[in-house]
């Protein structure tokens, strides 16, 4: 899982780069993929994932959500914009294990309420993280989320969430990014689960678009997405997937 992790972090950091106006979402899925497959001999998870009744597998290497897009953006010829806020979500196989975590970035210089709404999500996500330890519960994460975004005057949104993941991709826990502090199935050592609050500039309402995978804000408001791997550890927690220039 450590050497997942670090993959799925690398691919962050080699595109981060190549995120600014002017390139389409497909291109940033080819270099990606390109990267995971020949660079670090990796699989990329989303590719053909995901197929059941009513939708089909999931198309691409990467997810890529813009502005209004909650998550499962899927990569196309749109270009960026300058202003644009784009998550890039990249999950990786390696030797049968997964690492899983986004980034929201910036395209451009974005507005004070896209900067506002993007830096809150990454801190949301580090309250909750910096609460994971032997002992605690899944509820302390969750309320620790939402009382940061509320605070904020953001909405968490509630049809998402993080989970459990190993050698699948996603299994239990479901680790919501809102509750109640005390509740919630309680850690142990050597669980691993994403982080992944989605935070809204509007409402916390989405719907999902008829590709069935596109999820978006009800209302069109901004959303932002940060995401990471959390080991529970003996005396804490380990960030699987973080980058070499991040400080959680």
Request: proline share 6%.
């Amino acid at each position: 899982m450590r050497a997942a992790g670090r993959a799925a972090a690398s691919v962050l950091e080699m595109i981060a780069p190549h995120v600014k106006p002017g390139v389409s979402t497909e291109e940033l899925d080819r270099i990606c993929h390109t990267f995971i497959v020949d660079e670090l001999g990796c699989v990329p998870a989303p590719l053909g994932y995901g197929a059941a009744p009513g939708r089909p597998a999931f198309p691409k290497s990467i997810c890529t959500s813009i502005n209004h897009v909650v998550c499962h953006g899927i990569p196309g010829p749109k270009l960026l914009k300058r202003g644009d806020i784009i998550n890039v979500d990249v999950t990786v196989i390696k030797d049968g294990w997964h690492g899983d975590t986004s980034q929201t970035f910036f395209a451009g210089e974005p507005s004070i309420l896209a900067r506002r709404l993007v830096e809150t999500t990454r801190e949301s996500m580090i309250e909750g993280i910096r609460l994971v330890r032997p002992g605690a519960r899944l509820g302390d994460i969750g309320a620790a989320i939402q009382r940061y975004a509320e605070q904020r005057n953001f909405s968490v949104v509630r049809e998402y969430c993080g989970h459990g993941i190993g050698r699948i991709f996603h299994e239990d826990p479901q680790v919501l990014h809102y509750g109640r502090p005390g509740t919630g199935i309680e850690l142990k050592a050597g669980m691993c689960f994403t982080i992944e609050p989605m935070l809204n500039a509007g409402r916390p309402e989405t719907k999902l678009l008829p590709d069935a995978w596109t999820a978006v804000t009800k209302d069109h408001s901004l959303s932002a997405q940060w995401e990471h791997t959390v080991l529970v550890t003996e005396t804490g927690f380990e960030v699987l997937t973080q980058r070499s220039n991040e400080t959680i």
